[in-house]
Structure formats: structure tokens, C-alpha cells
């Protein structure tokens, strides 16, 4: 697992996300010429940060709706919290209920911001419970993308949130880092529907699944 790092930037600024993940240039070439879906899931890991820090300081900055921005920070400090546990122990499966957590709290956050305005929205949002995927098909059918499927196929590799605190978790300490990416994925694309922020462009589409 390496650490991601977003500068504070003003003004026009040219951002590479390789050149924000903490790894040797001569590694990245490694994991580039070696490991290409590797390679691929880091640079995308790091746009979706990317996008995710800059949406929600948008969304701050206007402060428009305290439920959404409580909901957006709260998933920011799931996020850290999950990096936080895995760095220093990747076997750690505590990291599941972080990883869920920030994923649910921008999926809500998202639903809370796009429907202030709607009559009985709170009790929608309260019907998702838990279920991210009840969660990301009730924010497309309000503002659909093109990364609908992929958004749906993603919440649905999750592990049930109720549950996994009393069961015995097995997964591997890849498995643990691939929730941990699909958990800032969601975060990010959460987010990305209110601010239409997306670093890559069209290149979104060529993104491996996670």
C-alpha cells in the first residue's frame, strides 16, 4: 500500500497523480512494464482521491447543506481511518467497517445534497439502511452518468456491513486493500455527481474494475 498525497494548489496547476503516490519512479516502472492492472488501479486510486478532496472542499466552501457536508466529512475521516489501520497492520480486517462507512456516508452525503428539497427524502434515505447498493441506485435515479454499472458492480463486492462484525472475516491482505480502493472509488464517485469533477476525462472509462 502506498500513501497518496494531495497538494493544496491554487490557480492553474498541472496535476500527474502518479507523481502524488509516495513510490520510486524506478518502482512505478516496475509495477508499469510488470504489472499493468496494477499499475492501472494505482493511477486511478489516486485521481479518485484527487477528485474526492476537491469535490467536497467545493462542497464546503458553498455550504449549502449541513447534512450533506456532515455526511462528506465523516467519510473523509472513514477514509483516513482505513488508510490509518492498513498501513500499519494490512492484515487488519477492522478496515472493512472504515472502508463501508466511507463509502455509505458519501452515498448519503450525495442523496442528502441532490434532494434538500424533496418531501419525505430523509425517510428515503433512512429506508437504504446499510445496503450500499439500495444507496447507488436511488443517487442514479436521480443523477445518472455513464459510470452507472460500474458504480452498482462496485457496491455490490462489499461485504454485508450488519454481518461482518460477527463473522469471521478471511480476506487476504490484497482483498483488504482492493475494499479499501473500491471504498474510495464509491467516495469519489459519490461526490463527482454533485461537482462534475473528473481529472481523467474520458480515460474514466478505460479503468479496471475493482
Same mark, same amino acid.
Given at each position: 500500500?502506498?500513501?497518496?498525497?494531495?497538494?493544496?494548489? $491554487?490557480?492553474?496547476?498541472?496535476?500527474?497523480?502518479?507523481?502524488?503516490?509516495?513510490?520510486?519512479?524506478?518502482? !512505478?516502472? $516496475?509495477?508499469?512494464?510488470?504489472?499493468?492492472?496494477?499499475?492501472?488501479?494505482?493511477?486511478?486510486?489516486?485521481?479518485? /482521491?484527487?477528485?474526492?478532496?476537491?469535490?467536497?472542499? #467545493?462542497? /464546503?466552501?458553498?455550504?449549502?447543506?449541513?447534512?450533506?457536508?456532515?455526511?462528506?466529512?465523516?467519510?473523509? #475521516?472513514?477514509?483516513?481511518?482505513?488508510?490509518?489501520?492498513?498501513?500499519?497492520?494490512?492484515?487488519?480486517?477492522?478496515?472493512?467497517?472504515?472502508?463501508? !462507512?466511507?463509502?455509505?456516508?458519501?452515498?448519503?452525503?450525495?442523496?442528502?445534497?441532490?434532494?434538500?428539497?424533496?418531501?419525505?427524502?430523509?425517510?428515503?434515505? %433512512?429506508?437504504?439502511?446499510?445496503? !450500499?447498493? @439500495?444507496?447507488?441506485?436511488?443517487?442514479?435515479?436521480?443523477?445518472?452518468?455513464?459510470? @452507472?454499472?460500474?458504480?452498482?458492480?462496485?457496491?455490490?463486492?462489499?461485504?454485508?456491513?450488519?454481518?461482518?462484525?460477527?463473522?469471521?472475516?478471511?480476506?487476504?491482505?490484497?482483498?483488504?486493500?482492493? /475494499?479499501?480502493? %473500491?471504498?474510495?472509488?464509491?467516495?469519489?464517485?459519490?461526490? %463527482?455527481?454533485?461537482?462534475? %469533477?473528473?481529472?481523467?476525462?474520458?480515460?474514466? !472509462? /478505460?479503468?479496471?474494475?475493482?
Amino acid at each position: 500500500m502506498y500513501l497518496v498525497n494531495i497538494n493544496l494548489v $491554487y490557480g492553474i496547476y498541472a496535476i500527474d497523480p502518479l507523481k502524488s503516490i509516495d513510490i520510486s519512479e524506478k518502482e !512505478l516502472n $516496475y509495477v508499469y512494464h510488470h504489472h499493468l492492472e496494477q499499475f492501472n488501479k494505482a493511477f486511478f486510486g489516486a485521481c479518485d /482521491l484527487w477528485d474526492f478532496a476537491y469535490s467536497i472542499q #467545493e462542497i /464546503l466552501t458553498i455550504g449549502t447543506n449541513k447534512e450533506a457536508e456532515a455526511c462528506f466529512q465523516n467519510a473523509h #475521516e472513514q477514509l483516513s481511518a482505513t488508510s490509518r489501520i492498513l498501513i500499519h497492520n494490512p492484515n487488519n480486517t477492522s478496515s472493512i467497517q472504515s472502508a463501508y !462507512l466511507a463509502a455509505e456516508l458519501s452515498l448519503k452525503g450525495a442523496l442528502f445534497y441532490f434532494n434538500q428539497k424533496k418531501e419525505n427524502f430523509k425517510k428515503k434515505i %433512512r429506508n437504504c439502511g446499510h445496503n !450500499l447498493v @439500495d444507496a447507488a441506485n436511488y443517487l442514479i435515479s436521480i443523477k445518472p452518468t455513464k459510470y @452507472d454499472e460500474l458504480l452498482i458492480e462496485t457496491c455490490e463486492k462489499f461485504p454485508n456491513y450488519v454481518q461482518s462484525p460477527y463473522s469471521s472475516n478471511d480476506l487476504s491482505c490484497i482483498e483488504l486493500m482492493n /475494499l479499501a480502493m %473500491r471504498s474510495i472509488f464509491v467516495a469519489a464517485e459519490s461526490v %463527482r455527481r454533485i461537482t462534475d %469533477r473528473y481529472i481523467v476525462g474520458d480515460e474514466y !472509462l /478505460l479503468r479496471p474494475k475493482l
